[in-house]
């Protein structure tokens, strides 16, 4: 009797209690039908790209063969066809794929590891060491961030993908700064902190264990929009010819191709599946984010 | 009255301002008080004279940005007043705890009831993890909830506003404080827990000998609980006596205004008495003068000092300004001599 009175207030807790964290992100994406689809189309895609990049052998992929040049899709085992040098297009496609997401998530987790230190240690002590880092902020703000990342790669005379993400990451860091900022400056005030500290706990506990995840509505939805962010710079980098060199592919480089006006008049195999792949991932993961913000504000919920 | 041996806490001369413009403000002017141990010593007056101040400056939550800390708070033979974050860190805590007016906002809402307790036995003891898990349980149980195990794994918001203060009440014990500073503990809860949260803090009390500093504005409270009482007014202390004293023979005529202006049920007068006028703002606030002849202006200038002092008018019984002897409320004819 006792047991089963003990179920029965343990059953009536969970049906009262309201969703928490994950719950209401797993019912926002089932509520919205797009979202849902976009959120298994885009680990679909970035899992399918990583276990194939896996498998493809890169240096055979990149082997100029001029007898295969513009082989048109399907014809000889050639999925998507081949480019000038006869080099097959679809794995070039998974690997320039594969670099262009690998570089897109480093430099993610690169900025925003920066922004949100940087913007809660702001917000926190407030005073003088905001204002300092603000004005740092403002500066780097008013530059044309590509227009420099470009000087700097022409400046740099060999360059790889670390320093590819290094320099893009050191002009991304700032908005998320500068967003993490204003919420931690209003949530640092709150009692909860006072009360953190009148229990002897440290200003980097404070800000790192209490004062974090209280921002973390904030940071899923940045941290995943500014993936689809980084994914577009690196690409357009890579399209303009200052990011990946030309010998390793990446999505840019493969879209690049286009600027040749016979390649993009007549050889549509050539650039059309990258263009498509960055459209499909970019609208996929805005759609994640937008279902992402909705569920962080309970206003705009739809589960 | 007691001897020094017994005195936990001493405020002496304690001023804490606030930056307005560049020009700081006393919101905290002069105060001197002593806590004693076993003892629970209330600060009231109405919102806005210095009271929660005056609690957030012992513990050090002032922000040194914009305000200014003066004065000595000697607790243990240190002044609190100078002591550094992480020298501060070891007392907060552990000597000193400290319960909030709102729970809810106290408490951090992403996180565990359990976890919130735990963290100040993380900084302060050496228990291992199953050893601060049962503390936890104990300390709940102590403050009196119920079904501990289930109350430990929950949030904030899945609590009744009377359970999330027994959670504080929880957290301020768990490192058995000397002292315990309690800002307006039960505004935010209704009567009937109110009683509860009081009677919880006076056993509480009973076993762990602490001193507390009771801070509130419902004279209610303080009739209930406390042992001594000291009124503040616009920053300054005006009255400090024992509970009963003050009751029997409030002195000063804020503590007199303050002590007609509580409803009572039995009254036949259905028009509540109300102290006219305002607390003046920092920025307008006289500093010389009685801070409080401005709102009994029918009592004439020449009654208040020039620079009111605490008179010790009965053993620890202490009244600033000489104006109490020739006070006497609007409505009433002449003086009325105590």
């Given at each position: 009797m006792e047991n089963n009175n003990a179920q029965t207030v343990d059953k009536l807790e969970s049906q009262s209690s309201p969703p928490t964290g994950i719950q209401v992100i797993l019912r926002e994406f089932k509520k919205d039908k797009l979202a849902m689809f976009s959120l298994i189309g885009v680990i679909l895609l970035i899992v399918t790209v990583m276990v194939l990049a896996v498998v493809i052998d890169q240096?055979?992929?990149?082997?100029?063969?001029?007898?295969?040049?513009?082989?048109?899709?399907?014809?000889?085992?050639?999925?998507l066809g081949a480019d000038e040098a006869g080099r097959d297009m679809f794995g070039q496609l998974i690997i320039g794929a594969k670099n262009?997401?690998?570089?897109?998530?480093?430099?993610?987790?690169?900025?925003?590891?920066?922004?949100?230190?940087?913007?809660?240690?702001?917000?926190?002590?407030?005073?003088?060491?905001?204002?300092?880092?603000?004005?740092?902020?403002?500066?780097?703000?008013?530059?044309?961030?590509?227009?420099?990342?470009?000087v700097v790669i022409t400046i740099i005379p060999s360059y790889g993908i670390m320093d590819l993400i290094l320099i893009i990451a050191a002009f991304q860091w700032m908005s998320t700064a500068r967003l993490v900022r204003s919420k931690a400056l209003s949530e640092a005030r709150r009692d909860y902190i006072s009360a953190s500290k009148t229990m002897g706990t440290s200003d980097f506990a404070i800000m790192f264990k209490g004062l974090l995840p209280n921002l973390s509505s904030l940071l899923i939805v940045e941290v995943t929009l500014s993936f689809a962010g980084n994914v577009g710079i690196e690409t357009g980098l890579s399209f303009l010819g200052f990011g990946l060199p030309?010998?390793?592919?990446?999505?840019?480089?493969?879209?690049?191709?286009?600027?040749?006006?016979?390649?993009?008049?007549?050889?549509?195999?050539?650039?059309?599946?990258?263009?498509?792949?960055?459209?499909?991932?970019?609208?996929?993961?805005?759609?994640?984010?937008?279902?992402?913000?909705?569920?962080?504000?309970?206003?705009?919920?739809?589960? | 009255m007691s001897t020094n041996t017994n005195e936990l806490l001493e405020i002496r001369n304690l001023r804490t301002s606030f930056r307005i413009k560049d020009t700081y403000y006393p919101a905290v002017d002069n105060v001197s008080l002593t806590l004693r141990k076993n003892e629970i010593l209330a600060i009231v007056g109405e919102s806005g004279c210095g009271k929660s101040t005056l609690a957030t400056s012992i513990v050090g939550l002032h922000n040194s940005i914009n305000t200014k800390v003066e004065g000595e708070i000697l607790y243990n033979n240190q002044n609190l007043v100078n002591l550094t974050d992480t020298q501060f860190n070891k007392l907060r805590g552990n000597d000193i705890g400290f319960i909030f007016q709102d729970p809810l906002s106290a408490l951090n809402p992403l996180m565990r009831i359990g976890e919130q307790i735990e963290e100040g036995l993380v900084y302060h003891t050496k228990l291992n993890k199953t050893q601060r898990e049962n503390r936890v349980l104990e300390l709940l149980d102590q403050v009196g909830i119920p079904n501990v195990q289930r109350v430990a794994k929950q949030f904030p918001h899945q609590l009744s506003g009377g359970m999330r203060q027994r959670v504080m009440i929880a957290i301020a014990l768990s490192g058995k404080p000397a002292i315990i500073i309690a800002d307006e503990p039960t505004t935010a809860l209704d009567v009937t827990i109110q009683a509860q949260i009081l009677d919880l803090l006076k056993t509480l009390q009973d076993e762990i000998q602490s001193g507390i500093i009771l801070i509130t504005h419902d004279l209610g409270v303080v009739a209930e609980v406390a042992d001594r009482v000291a009124v503040m007014y616009a920053g300054e202390v005006i009255e400090e006596a024992s509970v009963v004293e003050l009751f029997r023979n409030p002195k000063h005529p804020y503590t007199r205004s303050l002590l007609k202006s509580i409803p009572q049920t039995n009254s036949e007068n259905e028009q509540l008495e109300v102290i006219q006028g305002m607390v003046p703002s920092l920025v307008k606030l006289p500093r010389q003068g009685c801070r409080f002849s401005s709102r009994i202006p029918w009592i004439p200038q020449s009654a208040h000092e020039e620079n009111p002092e605490l008179h010790e008018v009965a053993p620890g019984h202490l009244v600033r300004c000489t104006c109490w002897k020739e006070f006497h409320f609007e409505d009433e004819e002449g003086s009325v001599n105590q």
């Open positions: 240096a055979k992929i990149m082997n100029i063969q001029l007898l295969e040049r513009f082989t048109e899709p399907g014809v000889r085992g050639y999925i262009s997401i690998l570089i897109a998530i480093a430099i993610t987790i690169l900025a925003n590891f920066v922004g949100i230190a940087l913007g809660i240690i702001m917000g926190y002590y407030g005073g003088f060491i905001d204002n300092f880092f603000m004005r740092i902020i403002d500066f780097f703000i008013t530059l044309p961030t590509l227009m420099i990342i470009i030309p010998s390793t592919p990446s999505l840019g480089t493969l879209v690049s191709y286009a600027m040749n006006p016979i390649i993009l008049s007549s050889k549509w195999w050539i650039w059309l599946p990258a263009s498509l792949l960055i459209l499909i991932m970019m609208l996929g993961i805005n759609y994640v984010g937008q279902a992402l913000r909705r569920a962080a504000d309970a206003k705009q919920r739809l589960g | -």
